[in-house]
């Protein structure tokens, strides 16, 4: 029988990494991405591809063969003002999708990647613990496009589909500036420089709510499951840790971590109040021998700003998961205290 063979898009993504990192254990695998990675995976065939561009993939798609999954994690580019485009989204999956077809791969399943803005999490508060039956929110979604472009093909398509739904993605990887790890880490090492306490720069009401964190290493063994059990065939699954978090719970252990001591609720907008602190960073570099990096790829702030500001519950169910079979958790503070190790360890934090 022929070795399974993985495509997934976004591969040099947050997400896309640990995907290509875990389906490597079970076949071959091939990882797409617009620009080419900064490292690379033995075992793993890498291609920088345009997903916009519908002639592109398929050229890219005849170049290939074997094909029996795709894992799609891309997104198009986008920032945290303005809404995510639908359009755009949507045909970079079907381009992908549809230029396998054409090139006659024998693609069993494909799977994406969603989140709980799924849910409207981004807009306000919503109905928790969210479940993947909860009805779709007004207002446009390229979630909801991509999903019905999966649906629209179950007839027709010899594959299945599934997606996940995951939400505050953590992971220890280096040289992912969009990281919750990094932005706290390198929050915290620029206050303790200028010898202030370990401060919450997000809102009172999100230092109280409920947050919920997907660690990617078990999103990855939670969607290499849903694509090889064939009950999850053509459904949606949230994919967290299991547990939930408060942040006034985690800031006196960050806090501790840090060796710093713990400050109270500061409200700011980390875009500008960090915006000048490049000088400082070179200066925490040399002190302690990190590895050098431009200080704008350090932390993405604008995301912390994004992370920090909501004041209701983020809270989704995985009932639905665990009656389905996987039954997998991870506990999110230790997930926090393995990454803040880990980036330690490769001198990219104090």
Partial sequence: MAQDRYLIAGATGIIGRRLTERMAQDGSVVGLSRRPPDSTMDGVRYLPLDLTDASACLQAMQDLDGISHI???????HDSKSPEKVEENLAMLRNLVEAAEA?????????VVQGTKYY????GPFKTPARESDARVPGANFYYAQEDYLIARENEARWTWSTSR????LDDQPGIARSMAMVIAVYAALLKALGEPLSFPGTPGNFEAQYQCTNTAHLADGIAWLAATPGCANQAFNVINGDYVRWRDLWPVFAEIFGMKPGPVRTVRLTEVMADKAPLWDQIVEKYGLVPQPYEAVAVWPYGDHLFTPH????SSIDKLRAHGFTQTVETKQSFLNAFAALRAARIIP
């Fill in 71 to 77: 894992f799609y994690a891309a997104r198009h580019d």
């Fill in 103 to 111: 090139a006659g791969h024998p693609v069993r399943h494909v799977h």
């Fill in 120 to 123: 409207g999490s981004n807009l």
């Fill in 166 to 169: 995951p939400h505050g993605i």
């Fill in 312 to 315: 209701w519950d983020m809270v």
